[in-house]
């Protein structure tokens, strides 16, 4: 084929691909049948939000390993990141997963699903392509869907409380939660925070200085053209460009280290690159551009804080000029928070900012190893030895296993 042709082939694959009516049904393994791969048994279950999102949760109630259906199995609940879903906990597989580990180890694992996500894109009364259906950050989801996907588990289980770990923003909507809703302390049997997430003063991620400057402070221009609307959509195309730059025979080539570069600073050394290449399946999983916009404000404020939406609003929904602080110094449940150095998100000097606002953190653990990153905690092969056996061990105690 002559060059010239391939110029208008792209527009038009393109063009396809935008109108595709499948979007996001693209032919991919979805959670259950990740975890039914593997010979666990595995459950959805469907959750109404008060305001209407259905949210989808997995659940992998027991190990066939252990035939441990009859026994006492505490439930646990895991919650992903931005752009994430619920296959982040899978994709390692058996041996290194947090999922699977922890239904080795005699728990009930419930994996949530955010709003807006590949599993959860539905509201009974708002349609999906209406931008009012994007009019949310991770605040909602931190004040609404995590407490009812709890009271769910809780209904549903039986145990008054439920163990919690979360990665990234799966971090940020827990102390969201319990700071504004703090009766879900009681709730929480332990909370275990991987890469936690609340302060962005020194964040070092190149996403920050690209973008924190257009769109991080409030009523601006960018603002408003990027509110409400869905941050890098799941669909074909996208998937198709990650698969191919990401997929077997190329494995970490330019599109792939650019797309996962604000995540993966400082390389790809530990990386298990086919775990890597089956998260590529199922993201960028969905999410509002407002949720990486209230991230970028705090980045430019270096507050924990509502989201801004310029003084005029700010006075009508918060009664003052800027957003209140979400108040940590409400969190009581017991929380170990797990970071790393190398974290250019999340890092050293923003942690230390977030353990010094709690009253009574259970630990404050620094990973050990010099190179282990943000997504290194879903996606290292050294993952299992530094971070999971130790959220375990530490469910284990509290459970008196
Ligand atoms: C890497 O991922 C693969 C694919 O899921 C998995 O089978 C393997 O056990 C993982 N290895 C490590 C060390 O995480």
Not at 58 to 70: D, E, T
Not at 266 to 295: D, R, V
Not at 302 to 309: A, G, K
């Amino acid at each position: 084929m002559r060059v010239s042709l391939y110029i208008p082939m792209l527009v038009l694959a393109v063009g396809l691909a935008a109108a595709d009516p499948q979007y996001c049904l693209s032919p991919m393994k979805r959670t259950d049948e990740r975890i039914n791969s593997h010979g666990y048994p595995a459950e959805t279950h469907e959750v109404e939000t008060e305001d209407g999102y259905v949210l989808t949760l997995f659940r992998i109630p027991y190990s066939h390993k252990l035939r441990n259906q009859n026994e006492r199995r505490p439930p646990v609940l895991l919650q992903h990141g931005l752009f994430s879903n619920s296959d982040c906990w899978l994709t390692s597989g058996p041996d290194n997963s947090l999922a699977y580990l922890l239904a080795d180890a005699g728990y009930d694992v419930w994996l949530g699903n955010a709003r807006g996500n590949i599993y959860s894109r539905a509201n009974n009364y708002i349609s999906l392509n209406s931008p009012k259906f994007w009019h949310f950050d991770w605040h909602e989801i931190g004040t609404i869907d995590i407490p009812e996907m709890i009271d769910y588990i809780v209904a549903e289980t039986n145990f008054k409380k439920v163990h919690f770990a979360g990665h990234s923003q799966g971090t940020t909507v827990y102390l969201v939660m319990l700071s504004e809703r703090p009766e879900y302390n009681d709730k929480i049997a332990t909370g275990h925070l991987l890469a936690p997430c609340a302060f962005f003063e020194h964040g070092r991620s190149a996403i920050f200085r690209w973008l924190g400057p257009l769109v991080g402070t409030p009523g601006g221009v960018w603002n408003q053209l990027l509110g409400d609307t869905e941050l890098i959509p799941h669909n074909n195309l996208i998937n198709r460009l990650v698969d191919n730059s990401c997929g077997t025979g190329s494995p970490f080539d330019s599109i792939c280290k650019n797309g996962f570069l604000m995540f993966a600073n400082g390389g790809y050394q530990n990386t298990n690159i086919s775990s890597m290449q089956q998260m590529i399946e199922t993201h960028p999983g969905g999410s509002s551009s407002n949720q990486g916009i209230h991230y970028l404000q705090l980045w430019e404020s270096h507050e924990f804080r509502q989201y801004d939406w310029g003084t005029k609003k700010n006075r009508e929904l918060y009664g003052q000029d800027l957003p209140p602080d979400y108040d940590l110094s409400k969190i009581t449940a017991i929380t170990h928070s797990y970071s790393s150095e190398n974290d250019a998100l999340c890092g050293p000097d923003d942690v230390d900012t977030l353990v010094s606002k709690f009253v009574n953190l259970a630990e404050d653990h620094r990973v050990p190893w010099k190179s282990f990153n943000h997504l290194d905690f879903i996606v290292a092969n050294n993952m299992k030895e530094l971070v999971n056996d130790l959220v375990i061990e530490r469910i284990n105690k509290h459970e008196s296993r």
